[in-house]
């Protein structure tokens, strides 16, 4: 029976990345779709100041909203990181919104798992992920450098892989659909 669930979670797991960083636009009832205006927000982070979002115009900056009780957030959480790691000397900020109701809880599960991400948090979704019309996990949005959204995703991606990766960085570079602003 655990090889049946745990093949079950894989392809699930699968099927989301092979289909998570598809840019699902106006097919994600409800999410903020690409060209509306990235609503503003200051959320509190887990480790330095808060951060506002229109603070960061001028950067493109992916938000994702995200659980610890979430699997598939969960397991896309190191390519994220890993991501963040990668592009942020190129200049693509990465905040991960999480909406846990407990912030001790939130705060051991990031340290357990050495994240080195901006960690905002939302507790409940309450604030700023209803405003972005979040209503399950994962979901990320990609911000221009004017404040729009560029890009939306629902469900897990594997954000490091190579085309994603390449995506990036040709926007970061003023190529496809930002235009370099």
Excluded: K
């Excluded at 592009?87 to 340290?111: K, Y």
């Amino acid at each position: 029976m655990r090889e049946v669930v745990r093949l079950g979670l894989a392809v699930g797991l699968v099927a989301g990345v092979v289909f998570g960083f598809l840019r699902l636009g106006d097919r994600a009832p409800g999410v903020l779709a690409p060209g509306s205006s990235a609503p503003d927000f200051q959320l509190p982070a887990l480790t330095g100041p808060p951060v506002e979002l229109s603070a960061l115009r001028g950067h493109l900056v992916l938000v994702n909203f995200w659980a610890t009780w979430c699997a598939p957030c969960v397991a896309e959480m190191p390519s994220l990181d890993r991501l963040h790691r990668r592009l942020r000397d190129e200049g693509l900020v990465v905040l991960a919104v999480a909406v846990d109701e407990d912030a001790d809880v939130l705060r051991r599960w990031v340290e357990a798992r050495r994240l080195t991400l901006a960690i905002l948090h939302d507790p409940r979704g309450r604030d700023v992920a209803a405003r972005y019309g979040v209503s399950g996990y994962p979901v990320s949005f990609l911000v221009d450098r004017d404040g729009r959204v560029l890009e939306n995703y629902v469900g897990p991606v594997e954000w490091d892989d190579p085309a994603a990766v390449a995506h990036y960085r040709g926007l970061l570079a003023g190529r496809g659909s930002d235009s370099g602003r």
